[in-house]
């Protein structure tokens, strides 16, 4: 097992499949880019800055993100 490190784990990824929500605009703000390019994870990473460390996920958690951030259980 390797260790995970945030800071090179985006490095394999197709730098063309980051994406941000419309709602982000073009000055970026305070927003998330994710990245689908790759069939078996889903990657995310700070909008404004493209060097930003990236969060790897498999896709069995990123479903379950998803779910319940769609069910509301990160309400405020």
């Known amino acids: 097992m390797s260790a995970y490190d945030p800071n090179t784990a985006g490095s394999s ?3 063309r499949a980051w994406a941000r929500p419309r709602l982000c605009g073009p ?3 305070n927003c998330v880019e994710v990245n689908l390019g790759n069939a078996d994870v889903v990657a995310v990473r700070d ?3 493209a060097t930003s ?3 790897i996920f498999d896709n069995a958690e990123w479903e379950a993100f998803m779910a319940a951030a ?3 259980e ?3």
Do not use: E, M, T
């Open 53 to 55: 460390p990236v969060l």
């Open 70 to 72: 769609r069910a509301g």
């Open 74 to 76: 990160f309400d405020r």
């Open 47 to 49: 909008a404004k800055l």
């Open 27 to 29: 000055n970026s703000g």
């Open 13 to 15: 990824l197709d730098d």
